[in-house]
């Protein structure tokens, strides 16, 4: 029977008949002419179904032609499972690959291909994706197979060169330096000369940039690159090069117009370049010309010129230095010339010099000759009182300075008796009274005041002597009293004798100086004292200052206690004290408070604790002014950027601060009313957010996150894309999750290029919706490295899920506006929300109630 059913089923397949034929074959146990009938007539089903029954060497060749039916017939998952049976995971891998269902062909090929097969998948489907201009797709797979070298290559053919210097800069860092060196090579040739400096600036190399803008005559540039990065110093050169490129009065006149020609003319001089140095000045600033004339002289001196330095320090008008120049080469008959000829007045410096060297090698009357010429005797004198040589000391002081003869006997014999060094104060005060005595009483006052602090600590003994000074000034040199008054003053102050500098003043009615002195010594009695009695006009300004010393010695108390109320606030502030300078502006009423208050948040603010500035301004209170709204929108912003934290009240201190504002604003009618109200309604939501993930109410989160989305120039449009995303990631609403992350991504790497605001991003997407088109970016992300990778791959995940659609469901988008406004209405009103979820109008009424 076997065998006839065989045969009856070779007699149908010959008449055209397989589909007839199958059963007999499979009757005869003739399997595999059953699996040639059943696919002639196209009977796949039956044709698996029968395969399945063969051994393993048998089936083989049929389980690739059963795989391509079923690819072609769209069963991709039966189509996947005989490829793999055929032992071509290959097949299957390029299968899914065609129909984009890359999610499953990368479980494919990492469950039945070797890595070096993986690789090679992955690197082809990438040169799709960037013949596509996919190119973030693309260097995601590169990089997945560590490969990104070709992602790096990639960028840099389509001259996308930051995409390639991040690349560099993550996995070639080495190559950064030298990378960017190539490009800013390559730019410049191309003529791209502003991305190009930055290149070359970013290799530490703006040498180069400026050289590129000389080259290319562009000099502005090359200055403006010069300063920038290498100083001042740095662009007078460039300076200079430009000045002397164009020559002369034209190189002058454009370095004129540009505010450069003192600094080409400095450099010129630097360098040693003085001719053109001159001519510079000659054309522009003539008033430089002694400068360049005294610097000349300086180099010629350092050459060792020294006649033609005395020339050109004469034309500096600077006779004095080419006496110093000659003085210090000892070549003392020029030195003496040059003063007798341009500076007389310096004419008993170079005796004074000269005879001191003859000092040092011991001829003491060749050096007593130059002390006598240059009229200074007592030069001559201290000469021999160091060399121990009294009698010519005493010699000399008879012939030209008699009033000094008693004193120095004096000290001749207080030497003689051993007491070296040390003068007694009969010895001080013996030439004042031999002087008073002979009725010199100019000349014993200069004896009085020659006795000084250097030469006795006696302070008791000097303010004796200097009294007699002014008593003679007093009784018998009334010409020369202010002038002996204000010098013994001056000392007594110095000897930290205050009061009796003071009365010394007032002895000559000078109460300003007598009030600045007791002032200076802290006698604040005595100085308003005399003020208030003899000098009015100033008792105002000693109170002033006398308030200003408590200030700032930290006696706010005394302050307080003398009735100073307002300035002991002050002082409180001024040392920090900002708990006792709040309780005290408290008594004085909710004006100073408001004021001290806002001192103390500004503070807070300069430290960016804005938290705490705001704590402040919620407990004691808001004002309205311009500066003071600036100040609470800046707060407002720092703090909605950063998210709310967890706790009973999240946000409360900002949250009550903006409802303290915004009850200020409508009392006073201020147009700023609606604008931060806004920013009170965004707060609230936001904090009503966190209360929602506490009550683990993920839907009324979901609703939350995406209603703030209406307020992105509020808040940071990365952050609120963000967390909008996943919220409905967390509900596995998969569709609005790639779009709003997906939206996150383009304006994070929007933020990464530094762009101001969204002007550069396509949106399609959100067209015709609530959610704003035209936004601020932030200045920084809101997410760090490793966050954002999580994202991207997250969505490039949901890209490769055939189930997820990739555009927006606008339709649910304006059910949760519309939800969200009924809500704001029935909490304002104090109902309830028709139409919306009772759990969210419960969180946000909770959420508002915690405030006012």
Same mark, same amino acid.
């Given at each position: 029977v076997v065998e006839l059913e065989e045969l009856w089923g070779d007699f149908l397949v010959s008449r055209k008949n397989p589909d007839a034929a199958v059963n007999h074959y499979t009757e005869a146990g003739a399997y595999i002419k059953a699996i040639d009938a059943a696919i002639a007539c196209r009977q796949w089903a039956k044709a698996a179904q029968i395969v399945e029954t063969l051994p393993g060497n048998e089936a083989k060749p049929y389980y690739n032609k059963i795989a391509k039916h079923f690819e072609g017939a769209r069963a991709f998952e039966e189509a996947e499972r005989f490829y793999l049976r055929a032992g071509q995971p290959q097949d299957a891998v390029e299968m899914y690959a065609r129909i984009n269902k890359w999610e499953k062909a990368h479980r494919v090929a990492t469950e039945h291909m070797t890595q070096a097969e993986v690789a090679m998948l992955y690197i082809t489907q990438a040169h799709r994706l960037e013949s596509s201009g996919k190119y973030k797709e693309a260097e995601r797979l590169y990089v997945m197979v560590s490969e990104p070298d070709l992602a790096i290559n990639m960028y840099k053919k389509a001259r996308r060169y930051e995409d390639m210097i991040r690349l560099v800069t993550s996995y070639r860092k080495d190559l950064l330096t030298e990378t960017h060196l190539h490009l800013a090579q390559q730019l410049e040739t191309e003529?791209?000369?502003?991305?190009?400096?930055?290149?070359?600036?970013?290799?530490?190399?703006? +040498?180069?940039?400026?050289?590129?803008?000389?080259?290319?005559?562009?000099?502005?540039?090359? /200055?403006?690159?010069?300063?920038?990065?290498?100083?001042?110093?740095?662009?007078?050169?460039?300076?200079? #090069?430009?000045?002397?490129?164009?020559?002369?009065?034209?190189?002058?006149? *454009?370095?004129?117009?540009?505010? *450069?020609?003192?600094?080409? /003319?400095?450099? %010129?001089?630097?360098?040693?370049?003085?001719?053109?140095?001159?001519?510079?000045? *000659? #054309?522009?600033?003539?008033?430089?010309?002694?400068?360049v004339h005294l610097k000349y002289a300086m180099y010629l001196e350092d050459e060792g010129r020294f006649e033609q330095a005395e020339k050109e320090f004469i034309k500096a008008d600077k006779p004095k230095e080419a006496i110093d120049m000659y003085t210090h080469q000892q070549d003392w008959a020029n030195a003496l010339r040059v003063a007798e000829t341009s500076d007389p007045a310096s004419v008993p410096d170079v005796l004074v010099a000269q005879a001191k060297v003859f000092v040092d090698r011991s001829e003491f009357t060749k050096a007593e000759a130059l002390h006598i010429r240059a009229k200074k005797p007592e030069l001559a004198v201290k000469m021999y009182k160091d060399a121990l040589r009294w009698n010519d000391a005493i010699r000399i002081a008879r012939e030209f300075l008699p009033h000094r003869v008693n004193e120095l006997m004096a000290q001749h014999q207080a030497y003689i008796n051993g007491e070296r060094g040390v003068e007694s104060d009969d010895v001080l005060i013996a030439p004042g009274r031999a002087l008073e005595d002979a009725r010199e009483f100019s000349k014993a006052i200069d004896a009085y005041l020659a006795v000084t602090s250097d030469r006795t600590k006696n302070a008791d003994f000097l303010e004796e002597v200097w009294e007699n000074a002014v008593k003679l000034a007093m009784n018998h040199v009334p010409e020369r009293i202010p002038e002996v008054v204000s010098t013994v003053s001056r000392r007594?102050?110095?000897?930290?004798?205050?009061?009796?500098?003071?009365?010394?003043?007032?002895?000559?009615?000078?109460?300003?100086?007598?009030?600045?002195?007791?002032? %200076?010594? @802290?006698?604040?009695?005595?100085?308003?004292?005399?003020?208030?009695?003899?000098?009015?006009?100033?008792?105002?300004?000693? $109170?002033?200052?006398?308030?200003?010393?408590?200030?700032?010695?930290?006696?706010?108390?005394?302050?307080?206690?003398?009735?100073?109320?307002?300035? @002991?606030?002050?002082?409180?502030?001024?040392?920090?004290?900002?708990?006792?300078?709040?309780?005290?502006?408290?008594?004085?009423?909710?004006?100073?408070?408001?004021?001290?208050?806002?001192?103390?948040?500004?503070?807070?603010?300069?430290?960016?604790?804005? %938290?705490? #500035?705001?704590?402040?301004?919620?407990?004691?209170?808001?004002?309205?002014?311009?500066?003071?709204?600036?100040?609470?929108?800046?707060?407002?912003?720092? *703090?909605?950027?950063?998210?709310?934290?967890? +706790?009973r009240a999240p946000l409360l201190p900002l949250r009550t601060m903006l409802h303290r504002v915004v009850t200020g604003l409508q009392q006073s009618g201020a147009e700023q009313g609606e604008e931060f109200d806004k920013l009170l309604w965004i707060a609230?939501?936001?904090?009503?957010?966190?209360?929602?993930?506490?009550?683990?109410?993920?839907?009324?989160?979901?609703?939350?996150?995406?209603?703030?989305?209406?307020?992105?120039?509020?808040?940071?449009a990365d952050k609120a894309f963000y967390e909008a995303g996943m919220a409905c990631k967390a509900l596995n609403e998969l569709n609005m999750a790639f779009v709003l992350l997906n939206r996150y991504l383009d304006i994070s790497e929007a933020i990464e290029d530094n762009e101001p605001n969204s002007s550069s991003l396509d949106n399609s997407d959100f067209a015709n919706t609530q959610?704003?088109?035209?936004?601020?970016?932030?200045?920084?992300?809101?997410?760090?490295?490793? $966050?954002?990778?999580?994202?991207?791959d997250y969505v490039l995940e949901l890209s490769m899920n055939a189930s997820v659609q990739q555009s927006l469901n606008k339709d649910e988008l304006e059910i949760v506006m519309r939800e969200m406004d009924q809500i704001r209405e029935a909490v304002q009103r104090g109902g309830r929300a028709a139409g919306g979820s009772d759990e969210l109008f419960q969180i946000v009424r909770d959420t508002v109630a915690q405030v006012g």
């Open positions: 003529g791209s000369f502003k991305l190009a400096e930055k290149h070359y600036v970013e290799a530490s190399d703006w +040498g180069s940039a400026v050289n590129m803008y000389r080259a290319n005559d562009l000099w502005d540039d090359a /200055i403006r690159v010069a300063k920038l990065h290498g100083g001042v110093n740095a662009s007078k050169k460039v300076a200079y #090069a430009w000045a002397t490129s164009l020559g002369g009065e034209a190189g002058a006149k *454009l370095l004129t117009k540009f505010g *450069l020609i003192d600094e080409a /003319i400095e450099y %010129a001089m630097e360098i040693g370049a003085f001719e053109q140095a001159f001519s510079l000045a *000659l #054309a522009s600033r003539k008033e430089k010309l002694p400068e007594l102050v110095d000897i930290n004798r205050h009061a009796q500098a003071a009365e010394m003043y007032e002895g000559i009615d000078a109460h300003r100086e007598a009030i600045d002195v007791y002032v %200076a010594g @802290g006698m604040w009695d005595k100085a308003k004292a005399l003020a208030r009695a003899s000098a009015p006009q100033y008792l105002k300004q000693v $109170e002033e200052q006398y308030k200003r010393y408590m200030i700032e010695s930290g006696e706010s108390t005394m302050l307080v206690q003398e009735g100073n109320v307002a300035e @002991g606030i002050e002082a409180y502030a001024q040392q920090g004290d900002w708990e006792r300078c709040l309780q005290l502006a408290q008594e004085q009423g909710p004006q100073m408070l408001v004021k001290y208050a806002t001192l103390h948040g500004a503070n807070r603010i300069g430290q960016s604790d804005f %938290a705490g #500035a705001a704590a402040i301004f919620a407990e004691h209170g808001t004002a309205v002014t311009t500066a003071n709204l600036n100040m609470y929108r800046r707060v407002a912003q720092e *703090l909605l950027a950063g998210g709310a934290e967890g +706790g609230h939501l936001s904090a009503a957010m966190v209360i929602a993930d506490d009550r683990s109410a993920a839907e009324s989160k979901k609703t939350l996150a995406i209603s703030l989305l209406r307020y992105l120039h509020e808040l940071p959610i704003p088109y035209d936004f601020p970016l932030p200045g920084k992300q809101y997410l760090d490295d490793g $966050e954002r990778e999580q994202v991207r």
